[in-house]
């Protein structure tokens, strides 16, 4: 009788304890460390509210790094239970068959915008839940501006090529043109044509950079910012993009920075800077190119332990109200149909830009420009900058070499 | 005897005076040119603890100037979001553990290598050089596989026979070099004292390697404290995570927060300095001892 109550007081206090067994739902993401925190601390929050049984535990590995780190646990079959991914990623891990099929009867997946699902869809297989589209254009400091007379961001070459003329005249510097990102950013903008759609084949090596007018065109028109004294080349070609390029905007010394949205946040930090965010002034549209870029999003390991845990973080983040928090702290757009744009006022003439169909998805994040493009884009323009003398052809030849390299 | 013979001959005095200025002027000018370099490697780390007393607004407006005073709430932020103390703990544990282990197998493993004079030990020491051309990326996988089938993710002595797995490669090619130069003569001598060889490389060879074990010390300290790759890939309890994996928190992938990023990594390398500092002059001062045994 005694041992016939212990054996069931031990199963009962066994069988509870499963029970109430703490799912640890392991989550690997290139946001929401300290640096880059996207809404996290207060999702993780409402996730787990909403989950008692599941405990999310985030790990940040910068993105530089996750194709080190995430591999082998996919390869050895002990991967986290959600991962974040880009599309390269996407591609790279979905044909490997690393990742599960999130399905294409999802209500989100319904609702995605289909140029982000053309690019996120593998073989009829969604692997992806995308969470944001961030924009890239110029910074624009206003108070510089408004030293020269001018009160509104340029979003015409035109308009550009004045602002500078006006800068330079009262000893303000107008424009930060790293050879890398921000030059890549002002040609992208001026060679693919918004309604032509010409990135496509010109990434498949189906057309040719030397012979496209656009590309030839934009690289004839950095020679006319230089012209018009928007910025010295020799100076700027080997400046940093990333670190010292935001750090001169911040400190008021140049009035116009091509960079991502992804700035706008520490930017809003630095007191006294009176900033907007601008499409890209270019030859195809009098309301300026807005350069859109497919972010991150979430895609559960095929191994994943907790896979139906798994399951609960993306329905979590396909709830519109979720995903806005996301935005919100990300200064970004819904990848999804009719959501509600959480982008700050700063960034009117950008979204309306892009509401006006003046925008391109940066053709190195829909994949249709091969990811060995993106350094020789960086490096040619750089030598551009240096020898500005040099024929369009030397440049975009390179370019030529690179597509045909990867095909 | 000297000034007599100056005092005879003024003009050797004059020559030998000129002698001495140019020798003095010369190393003057050495050490000058020393001190501007070393000055000039120093700038970057200089501009760090700057930077990290700075508030934002004062980055901004003046990133290259001198703080108008020294704002520690920058420190006191990275130290409440780091987990400063526990990660510092878990890195000084991890780094002289793997020191230890690759100090003392790296050894044991170079003296025959360095001895033996056979095709085999030359083709060792070639395979553990190669060893050092690895690059990380191709050992990972294996790494990760063989460690979860050992049950060894996620634990202290998992991470160290990583480290010590990774780092024995460049020890054995230290002490296979250095031990090779060592006269014969010593342990001949041994030998006639009836040592074993287990005897000779711990009473004879040992002693002797001090300077080598400094060195070899120092850089697998530096590297073992700065990797955050393998923590990252084979911990995952955040109780074990190194004190690189707290500063690699503050790291954007699109830029960087000067206010988050430094004190955090001032934070990150003033236990190495500091480590650093104690046993170069704790293990000089032993290689030295060992040397005139």
Redesign the interface.
């Known amino acids: 009788m005694t041992r016939n109550l212990l054996s069931t007081t031990l199963f009962a206090l066994l069988a509870g304890t499963a029970a109430h067994a703490q799912i640890v739902l392991d989550v690997v993401a290139w946001k929401g460390n300290e640096a880059e925190p996207a809404g996290m601390p207060q999702l993780i929050e409402k996730f787990e509210a909403e989950h008692p049984e599941i405990t999310v535990d985030l790990t940040f590995v910068a993105r530089k790094d996750i194709d080190k780190v995430i591999p082998p646990r996919l390869q050895s079959g002990n991967p986290p239970d959600v991962t974040m991914v880009d599309s390269a990623l996407n591609k790279l891990w979905g044909e490997a068959g690393f990742l599960t099929d999130l399905g294409t009867d999802a209500d989100w997946v319904q609702r995605m915008k289909p140029e982000v699902r053309e690019v996120l869809e593998l073989d009829g297989a969604m692997l992806t839940q995308p969470l944001e589209i961030i924009g890239m254009g110029n910074f624009v400091n206003m108070d510089l501006l408004a030293q020269a007379g001018i009160q509104t961001p340029p979003v015409t070459l035109d308009e550009l090529t004045a602002a500078c003329g006006a800068l330079a005249e009262q000893g303000i510097s107008p424009m930060i043109f790293s050879g890398g990102f921000s030059a890549m950013l002002f040609v992208g903008a001026n060679g693919i044509d918004p309604a032509a759609g010409n990135a496509a084949a010109l990434g498949a090596g189906d057309d040719r950079f030397v012979e496209d007018a656009s590309f030839n065109q934009a690289l004839d028109r950095v020679r006319a910012l230089v012209d018009a004294q928007c910025f010295d080349p020799e100076l700027q070609a080997g400046l940093d993009p990333w670190a010292t390029a935001p750090q001169e905007f911040r400190s008021g010394n140049v009035a116009i920075l091509p960079q991502g949205a992804w700035n706008i946040g520490s930017f809003q930090q630095v007191e006294g800077l009176n900033f907007q965010f601008a499409p890209m002034p270019s030859g195809f549209s009098d309301k300026g190119v807005a350069l859109d870029l497919v972010g991150p999003g979430w895609a559960i390991p095929r191994d994943a332990e907790h896979a139906d845990a798994a399951r609960a973080w993306v329905d979590f983040f396909a709830k519109p109200e979720n995903l806005a928090i996301f935005l919100q702290a990300e200064n970004a757009y819904s990848p999804y149909e009719g959501a509600e744009t959480q982008m700050p006022e700063l960034a009117a003439s950008y979204t309306a830009a892009r509401d006006a169909g003046s925008a391109i998805l940066w053709p190195f994040s829909t994949l249709e420009f091969p990811k060995a493009l993106q350094p020789e884009w960086e490096d040619s323009l750089t030598g551009f900058l240096l020898n500005l003398d040099d024929p369009n052809e030397d440049t975009l030849q390179r370019w030529d070499d690179a597509v045909e390299d990867s095909l | 005897m000297d000034a007599t013979t100056h005092a005879a001959n003024p003009a050797k005095a004059r020559n030998l005076d000129t002698v001495l200025l140019r020798k003095r002027l010369k190393s003057g000018l050495a050490h000058g040119a020393v001190l501007v370099l070393v000055l000039i490697m120093l700038l970057p780390l200089v501009y760090m603890v700057m930077m990290s007393f700075k508030t934002?607004?004062e980055?901004?407006?003046?990133?290259l100037g001198l703080p108008e005073s020294l704002y520690w709430g920058n420190y006191m932020r990275a130290l409440s979001?780091m987990g400063y103390v526990r990660s510092v703990l878990n890195s000084l544990a991890i780094t002289v553990s793997v020191i230890l282990i690759v100090v003392l197998a790296g050894a044991m493993a170079a003296y025959p290598l360095a001895r033996m004079k056979s095709r085999i030990s030359r083709i060792i020491v070639m395979i553990m050089a190669l060893g050092l051309a690895t690059p990380?990326?191709v050992t990972?996988?294996p790494?990760?596989?063989i460690f979860?089938d050992l049950g060894l993710?996620d634990s202290y002595l998992g991470i160290v026979l990583a480290f010590a797995a990774l780092k024995m490669p460049l020890a054995v090619f230290f002490y296979t070099g250095f031990i090779a130069a060592i006269p014969l003569e010593l342990e001949e001598a041994a030998k006639l004292d009836n040592c074993s060889n287990w005897q000779i490389f711990w009473h004879v060879i040992r002693p002797l390697l001090g300077p080598v074990t400094a060195t070899l010390s120092l850089f697998v300290m530096i590297m073992v404290w700065n990797d955050f790759?393998y923590p990252?890939?084979l911990l995952?309890d955040?109780d074990k995570l190194t004190v690189m994996i707290a500063v690699?928190?503050?790291?954007?992938?699109?830029?960087?927060?000067p206010t988050?990023?430094f004190p955090a990594a001032v934070l990150g390398s003033l236990p190495l300095l500091l480590m650093f500092a104690f046993f170069q002059r704790k293990i000089m001062a032993g290689s030295t001892a060992g040397a005139v045994k």
């Open positions: 934002s607004t980055i901004a407006q003046n990133p979001e990380n990326f990972i996988t790494i990760y596989v979860r993710l790759i990252l890939l995952t955040k690699y928190k503050f790291v954007g992938n699109t830029g960087i927060d988050r990023l």
